[in-house]
């Protein structure tokens, strides 16, 4: 193993990692569109597609571990490394919970899960989660502490959307009965939580590269 | 630095891991008891508390950082303090949990956020959350495969659990309105999420434990 193929290796699997995220990304971009339509077709496609997440996730983490193990690198590739696979398992949890919103679709399904005063809010989040995701593939791929940065509004934008839902199922003037309100408590939970992993990651890209910046492991303290 | 020094340090952050798994526990056991009194004091007590559990995860998660920079574990013991800071993300979360329980508990004072029909459930929720707390505890500590394969009956008896509560909220019986049902179906998914995070951890302890018994890293996979 020559040093090359080493920093070959950490650069395919922060790519990998990337792209990755962007299938769970993906992922959740369809079961949204599923979700809002009560398309079976679309949702069985989201729920039959994640294994491959899972595999790559699988692939993703043993390939960090075999980098570790076999070129021992230290300091910052060390820190880079061991935070990849960190970051795989925040994406893990992303791809499972864009497959709970598909298998909600599919339970409700010919009905449409979110009755249509949420149907908005639904759209937005599932906006928001999409640009989350794209914003940490992008922040992964190039590490790039700016876009990591600016996540934060689109986290306070699911903030918000998830606290309004709760205004409105908890409000006299639902009509939809206690099931309906589950699927949508639930469902919002699954976006919040979605836009939580992505912010997470992008959190540990901005302490990598600080860290990186000052030469310092303390900065990501 | 001397190799028996960096031996201790690895057993010394197993331990410290063993340990704020502990904490979560007894965070868990603390809402779960508030939850079924509507204890404000109690309640209080683990939102307060849960800042001890963060800090605790946030220096044992440095502390693995500094043993691989430092000592350069190779093969099985660098799989170890790799998956540590794993388990030290998966307890962190479980605190979060606990936190949650705690807050619906504050947010529903002086009600109980649990109608009395399901307040038998979340008592078996809460006891099989702390067995699965304890258990994941001591195969952090022990090393211990038999504990972590035990755990799985401990997992279905939670999901049964979880399971019949949706079948009372979404029954014709329901007499308790949307609110509690929506803290009920979002109580049932914490102590859900508590348990898949322990039974995540002693999936781990299984690989590694494996993984050295056979000498072999493909024992994980």
Same mark, same amino acid.
């Given at each position: 193993m020559v040093r090359t193929s080493y920093r070959e290796q950490l650069v395919a699997l922060a790519a990998k990692i990337a792209e990755i995220c962007g299938l769970a990304t993906v992922a959740m971009e369809t079961a949204t569109r599923a979700l809002l339509r009560a398309d079976l077709v679309l949702a069985e496609r989201v729920i039959r597609e994640h294994d491959q997440i899972v595999d790559a996730c699988m692939a993703a983490e043993e390939a960090a571990f075999v980098l570790l193990v076999r +070129?021992?690198?230290?300091?910052g590739d060390l820190r880079t490394v061991v935070t990849s696979i960190q970051n795989v398992f925040d994406i893990e949890r992303m791809g499972v919970l864009a497959k709970h919103v598909a298998r909600i679709t599919v339970r409700r399904h010919p009905e449409v899960a979110v009755p249509s005063e949420v149907a908005h809010d639904f759209a937005e989040m599932g906006r928001v989660a999409v640009q989350l995701g794209n914003a940490t593939q992008q922040a992964l791929l190039m590490r790039d502490v700016e876009t990591a940065t600016s996540i934060d509004d689109e986290d306070d934008a699911m903030d918000a959307l998830h606290a309004h839902l709760f205004v409105v199922v908890m @409000?006299?003037?639902?009509? +939809? @009965?206690v099931p309906a309100a589950i699927d949508v408590t639930m469902l919002g939970r699954f976006y919040e939580r979605f836009a939580d992993h992505a912010v997470e990651i992008c959190r540990r890209v901005n302490f990598q590269v600080l860290g990186e910046t000052t030469g310092s492991d303390e900065a990501r303290t």
């Open positions: +070129h021992q690198p230290v300091a @409000g006299r003037e639902w009509q +939809h @009965g």
